[in-house]
Every structure is written in C-alpha cells, then in structure tokens.
C-alpha cells in the first residue's frame, strides 16, 4: 500500500543508453514508432516479453529493460544494422520537407486523441480520427499543431462480472512513464498558464507528445498548484463527472489551450474545432481582439470567424453538449464584465433562438457562429447536419445550409497489417507507401495470387484466435470462473470457420444485438456442420448507459448456451489493441446503425484496407462506397424508423444463409475465387479513397487554406476588414425590413424550347443600400409533382439599371432540361466571398412572384 509522505523531495531517473544505443530514447518519446514497423522492431527485438507486458510503451520498457540486455543489444552487429535503420526511417519521417505559405499554422483542438494504446486519453471513433489526423498530417508535412486534455484516468478499463454486466476500472495514468514531456518555460520550468473560474485561478501544465512531424500539447490541472479536489479532477477523466465537470474541461480545452498557445509564443492563422467540445476558443479570440487591438464585440467576432474551421461529428442532437444559462452566467459573468459584453450577447452565440432567453447554451451552435468554415464527415452526414441545423437560416432551403462534407479517412500505416504490407512489397511498385492516393499503385493489387493473398488473410486470422483465446482465458482467470469454463475460453473459436466481426461503442443507435433478433435462425447458421459461422464481438457502453450495458449482458450471457460458447465470443476491454487484432483478422465486418445515425464510422474502412469484406448499412462512408467496395449492403437507402429492425435483422440472416456463406466455402479444398475476387475490389478502391491522407489534403485546400488567407485579409491594417464588415453588417441590419421587391419577371409564361435563352429580373426597393451591398439569385429546378424544386441550381443576377432606390437586377437564364421547370428570385446581404461561409442569418428574402 502506497505510503504518503510530505514534502518529498522528487527527482527524474532516467535510463542509461550504451552509446552505440544513445538515439533509443529520441525513438521513444516519438510516436511515429506508433506506425513505421521497423522502429517498433527496435524495441521488440531488446525483449519481446518485457515490450509486451509494457503495454508496448518504449519508454516504460527502456525504464524497465536491464542493463545486461542493453550492453548485448550494443554489441551485437546483427541488432545494431536494426537500430541503424530505424534510425534512418526515424529521420526520413521526422525530417521537414513541404513548403508551405509563409507563416500559416493551424491548431486543432481535439478533447480526445487515440494514437496508440499506451497513452489512453481517447474513448472511441472521435479520439481515433484525431490521431489519424495527426499522423497523416505528420506524414505530409503540414504546418498543424494540436491540443487536447491529459486525463490522469483517461476513459474506462472495462471488465466484466460473473453474471456478465459491465464494470469499470479507472487506473491512473503515470505521465512519466509514457511518451510524453512537459513543456519548459524560457527559465527551465514547467511551463503553466490559468484560466479564472468562480473558484479562483486553476493553472494548467503543458505536456508535448511528438507525434513524427506534428507537436501535441495536452493539459493538465492534477498538479499541486490547484488546492481544491474539484479544480484538480477536472482532467481527471474522459467524459467523466456531471455537467459542471463538462463545461470546466471545455473551458480549459478552448480558453486553456489559447492561453497556452500565448505562452508559447505559437501565433496559428487557423483554429480547428474538431466537435464543439472547444468552442470556447472563440470567446477567447473575441476578448484578446477586444483587450489589445480595441475592437469592439462584433468587430472581433467577425475577424475571428474568418480563421475558424468547424467540424461536426454529431448526428443527432442529442450527442450536442448544452448548458443552462444559469450554469452559463456562473462561468461567464466575469467574462462579460471584464469585456464590457451584454450577457444576452454571449448567450445568442449559442442560441437557436436568440429571443428565447430559456434556451440552453449549444457549443455545436457556438462553433457554427464563430466559424467561417463548417463540415459534416461524410457526403450523409452533410445532409443531416444541413437539416439539424437548418433553423440558424431558416430562409434557405436546407440542401443550401452552408455546411460542407470531407469524408474521413483511415491512417493506413497505422492500421494495415505487416503481411499485407510485405506482400505489397513484392506485387505493387516499390514506392506504394508514399504513392498511397494513386489509382494506379493500386490496380496492382489485381496481379496478386488469389492463394497468396488468402494464406496472408488465415495467418491473421490464426493470430486473432490465439488472442482472444488468450484474452479469454485470462478473463475467466480473473473472475474465478469454474475450471470448465477456464478450460472453455482456451478453446472457442475455429481458424478455418467464417468468421464475423463487430466492434464499437455500445450505443443503442448501433444496434448490436440486431443479429442476435431471432437466436434459433442464428443457431442453425452458426452450427451449421458443413459452414460453420462464428461472431467476435467487442465494445463498451458509457458508464451512465445502462441500455448499453444491458446489450452487452445480453450477449455475454447467450455466448455462455452451451451450443453457442465456441462460435460467440464477447472481448471485453476494447481498445486500439483489440480493435487493430479484430480488423485484421476476421472475414466479415458488420455495421447495422439506424441510417442517419452514424456520422460517417471508420472502423468499417480499416477492416477493408486488410482484406474483410463489409456487411453494413447504407450510412455514413459506406453509402458512400457501397457501389465500388464488393461488400453487401442491409436495407436500402431510406430514412431509418423502428419497423425496419426486424426487416435488417431478416435482411443479415438471408444474406448470410443465401449468398455470404456458401461464397466463402464455394471450392472449400482450394480457393474461393468470387470471394477473393471481391477482397480484391475493396482492397484496390479503398486503399486510395479512404486514406486519412486524402483527407488531410481536402482539409487543407477546401478549408485550412482558405482560413489562412482570410486571416491574412483580417490581420492587414489593424484588422480594419473586420471593423469595415462589422460596420457595413450594423447598416444593413438597419434597414433590412425595408427591403422588398418591387418587381419580379417577366416569367417566361406557357412554354420555351430546350437551349433558348429566358430574360429573368427583379426591381428591388434596397432602402439606400448599394447593388454591391446584395446578392439577387434565381434558383432554378424542375418542378416535382408537390410543386417544390429539385435538381436545382442557383443563379447570381447582376445589376443592370438603377432608379432611385430601386435597381433591377437581370440575366438570361437558358433552360438545359425538358420538362417542368420553375425559379424563385430571393435576396440577400452579400458580405460573404463564398455562399458557404455566409454566417447564421435570417437576412434572406424570397420574391413572392417569378
């Protein structure tokens, strides 16, 4: 037991390198060993049991390695050609090499970053994504930093009882012991910033994380400076604690991590929020604006949205952090004070309606305000954030709400297995890794050995059983279950049975047990003598998530029928480890959210870039894909509504019994050619297209890129475009109600031919405005039966003719398709260089006429 002593007297040991070995360290504390085999090689080599029972944490083992091993490993030639080349792909990685504009930097802040299992401060697909970003940001060298929250706990350790519910485990988290350092002051101190809450001052460590070419900044308020137990846990844990506990991280996220950013002396030209967890950020751009360049509120809000980038994750409000304006008015009256700011102000950033002065607090609305640059994470997904939050500009149609799409990507280094890689090595061109988004690299796929290409597949799937074999046993170890049982978990599973793989957040939305629906159909497919079928599963349901819990009960108990125990096994504690074994090893994927509900997922990604073929619902990036990827799609492109769970579950059964099964067996003595053929299609498509890479690369042209020139536009002349626009936006509110149309036609009346021209104008009363001041558009489609638009385009008139104030706007507009067609003529400010940056307005006027 731990025994508790003040004031200790604290010093750092660290290892003693032979110095043949003296660069090990700097390959430790970087995490590009995360995803270049050859450097992880380095430290397996030095003692593969050791490397194993540390978590596969560098800088725990060289803690722990003994010197003797060491001293042979620096004199053993063999080892030392080893070392010398992870030092060598070391330096190839972390060398800067893009150029890049002059002073451009974005920081993005993430409240979660799941890079490798030794450093758990993530809890699911958000802190993945992060650490991919990351990672594939590192590999293209671009200028980006990120920021985020060190958790002492981090998310949960997950384990099961006897009757099969969920338990948690919160072990605490050894910063010195993992590949991370504190920053320094310019006086060799650990650096710290604070952020004022009603309790006091909280201070705030800074830790740098090397994740190859990127720095990762967390912090961190468990340090001896805080004295109250609250200010202290406020890092304590991932998602953990109550709504006052959520808005406390969220200011040290968004304000704590600008205030760090200063100490620093890192000035970024682009702020990402990556969800709404940092939104506060904002505010802090909007007071410093205001303190040192005496802007006032709306001139600093407009020059700090023109540098911020939004991207939602969250499709459904629910999963949006809100906050009670008594809560609100808690943390941020002393901020409104000190900044001369209207409470009410603040409180409209965050407003659907901003009359309605009982409406919570949204960070996602927040991050809509502030943001000049917003995106869904699949072409879907746009589509349901444009209707989530259609009501910050309700007068536009929804499919013109100014929120983009990027779909993600999967870091491939990180996630595809070494065999693959090594039978890549010798079928594709010889630079496939660094050509990782040419079609062409990977057309090559198609001259692999159909045999070949298979074994490297069973070899995985071999090493997945031996895993959850050895998982399993130790966890009936563990909870002291019958010796039968103990015997049972050594032996479930077969390496030459078809085999299902299904792992994720135990959110009810996911629908894990939608297979489980009709148990005795299931049985006949799983015990099927001559097919035999059999189903890994793997998640953890949040603490608070009892329906979830209960998911995982039910499966847990139906894997212990005693017909069922070797073909259903439930792993539990799923991590990055699990995850990673689960991709790679089993034959199918499964995905069967409610459609509409999974923002994009990309656990369905990292199991097709290593050979497993998809079953899944038609949502987020397999909507996507469905047609190029050889997989099978469960239901059709349809919103999602309760009647359709036993229609899915139906669906999963059929396919499975009719098509999946039998292709897989077809030809069991020799090779599954359709099958094999199908691995290949996926493997050739989706290896380019969903590379986290190419999505960096569309996040840095569509929108990092353009904020930082909008940045550059705003820093210019003391920021005067932003006090020129707040100006301008102060006029035009003013007389807004005064602008009408007066005139909309001549319409075009009977019928026109296909490819001739149809004059279309508008007189518009602009109550003193300038043409320039607008922007008048036709919106042109065919007209459905309901008589509403679809396949429409939208058209900018020009100014052609002025009297008084009214000015007539015109253009022809020359009809292309047969048919129905219709326009509507509408009106609004035009302060915006690009319709997708427009701020949340209900600044828009439709004509009544045309």
């Known amino acids: 037991m731990p025994f508790h002593i003040q004031p200790l007297r604290e010093f750092l040991v660290r290892p003693s390198l032979p110095t043949p070995l003296d660069r090990m360290s700097e390959l430790a504390y ?32 060289l803690g722990r390695v003994s010197q003797a091993t060491l001293e042979r490993a620096a004199a053993d030639p063999r080892y030392l050609a080893l070392y010398r080349a992870a030092c060598d792909a070391f330096d190839a990685r972390t060398r800067k090499q893009a150029q890049h504009p ?133 890092t304590d844990s991932l998602y953990g604690g109550d709504i006052d506990t959520r808005i406390r991280q969220e200011i040290v996220l968004g304000i704590g991590g600008m205030r760090a950013l200063r100490a620093m002396n890192l000035e970024p030209t682009v702020f990402h929020m990556n969800e709404g967890h940092s939104a506060f950020l904002a505010l802090e751009q909007i007071r410093l604006l205001m303190r040192e360049h005496k802007l006032t509120f709306d001139e600093a809000l407009e020059t700090a949205r023109a540098s911020n980038v939004f991207t939602t994750h969250t499709p459904v409000p629910a999963g949006i952090d809100l906050f009670d304006p008594g809560l609100m008015y808690h943390y941020f009256s002393d901020y409104c004070a000190e900044t001369g700011v209207d409470f009410q102000q603040l409180m409209a950033l965050g407003r659907r309606d901003i009359w309605n002065r009982d409406e919570r607090f949204s960070m996602a609305v927040l991050a809509l305000n502030t943001a000049s640059y917003r995106n869904a994470v699949s072409r879907l997904h746009r589509e349901v954030s444009q209707e989530m939050f259609h009501d910050l500009w309700p007068q536009l149609p929804v499919w013109e709400v100014p929120i983009g799409s990027v779909t993600n990507g999967v870091h491939l280094p990180s996630w595809l297995n070494g065999d693959l890689a090594l039978l890549y090595d010798q079928y594709l061109e010889p630079d496939w890794r660094e050509r990782f988004n040419d079609p062409a690299v990977w057309r090559g796929i198609r001259e692999i050995p159909d045999e070949e290409l298979l074994e490297v597949h069973r070899r995985r799937k071999r090493r997945l059983i031996a895993f959850v074999r050895t998982r399993q046993h130790a966890s009936a170890v563990r909870r002291q279950a019958s010796s039968a049982e103990v015997r049972r978990a050594s032996e479930v599973l077969d390496p030459n049975a078809f085999t299902i793989g299904f792992a994720r957040r135990f959110a009810t939305y996911k629908r894990a047990t939608l297979i489980f629906r009709d148990v005795e159909r299931l049985k006949r497919l799983l015990l099927n003598k001559d097919m035999p079928v059999q189903i890994v599963i793997a998640g953890k349901a ?140 996926s493997l050739s498509y989706i290896s380019p297209n969903f590379d986290c890479r190419r999505m960096v690369r569309e996040y840095m042209t569509q929108l990092y890129d353009p904020a930082h020139h909008g940045h550059l536009r705003m820093l210019a002349g003391n920021y005067e475009l932003g006090r020129e626009r707040a100006r301008w936006n102060a006029r035009v509110r003013q007389v807004w109600d005064k602008v009408r149309f007066v005139e909309a036609g001549p319409g075009p009346g009977g019928s026109v031919f296909s490819g001739r021209p149809v004059a279309v104008r508008a007189a518009i009363d602009l109550a003193g405005l300038d043409p320039n001041d607008v922007r008048v558009e036709a919106v042109l489609g065919s007209v459905d039966a309901s008589g509403h638009l679809e396949n429409t385009e939208v058209l900018v008139l020009p100014s052609v003719e002025s009297n008084g104030d009214v000015v007539t706007f015109a253009r022809e507009i020359v009809p292309e398709r047969t048919g129905r067609i219709g326009y509507a003529l509408r009106v609004s400010p035009n302060h915006f260089d690009d319709p997708m940056t427009r701020p949340c307005t209900t600044l828009l006027k439709w004509s009544n006429a045309g």
């Open 30 to 61: 970087n995490l590009v060993w995360s995803w270049e085999p050859i450097i992880r090689s380095v430290f397996r080599r030095l003692d593969p049991a050791l490397w194993r029972d540390c978590g596969y944490n560098p800088v725990l083992m």
């Open 102 to 234: 002059a002073g451009q930097l974005i920081a993005y802040f993430s409240a979660e970053y799941g890079l490798t299992e030794c450093l758990p401060v993530y809890s699911g697909g958000l802190g993945i994504l992060s650490g991919d970003h990351l990672k594939s940001c590192s590999d293209q060298d671009y200028p980006l930093i990120g920021l985020g929250l060190l958790y002492q706990q981090g998310y949960f350790r997950q384990f099961l009882n006897p009757d099969g519910w969920q338990q948690e485990r919160y072990p605490t988290n050894d910063f010195y012991t993992m590949p991370i350092a504190p920053v320094k002051d310019a006086d060799g101190n650990d650096l710290k910033v604070t952020v004022k809450l009603p309790t006091g001052n909280v201070f705030i460590q800074v830790w740098k994380l090397q994740v190859g070419r990127i720095h990762l900044y967390l912090l961190d308020t468990n340090i001896p400076e805080n004295v109250l137990p609250q200010d202290r846990d406020i």
């Open 542 to 681: 949040h603490p608070k998530d009892q329906p979830g819990k209960s998911y995982i009960r039910e499966i847990v108990q139906l894997s212990r029928d005693p017909e069922l125990w070797k073909h259903l096994v439930f792993l539990e504690d799923y991590d990055m480890k699990v995850g990673r074994e689960l991709v790679q090893g089993v034959d199918l994927w499964l995905n069967n959210p409610r459609r509409g509900e999974e923002a994009c997922g990309t656990s369905g990604m990292k199991a097709a870039i290593n050979g497993v073929l998809n079953l899944s619902i038609l949502d987020g990036w397999f909507d996507e894909a469905y047609e190029e990827v050889g997989g099978w799609a469960i239901g059709e492109r349809e919103p999602y509504s309760e009647d359709q769970d036993p229609l899915h579950a139906s669906a999963i059964y059929s396919l499975l019994e009719n098509e999946l099964v039998p292709m897989f067996y077809e030809q069991r003595e020799q090779t599954p050619r359709e099958w094999m053929r199908r691995v290949k299609q």
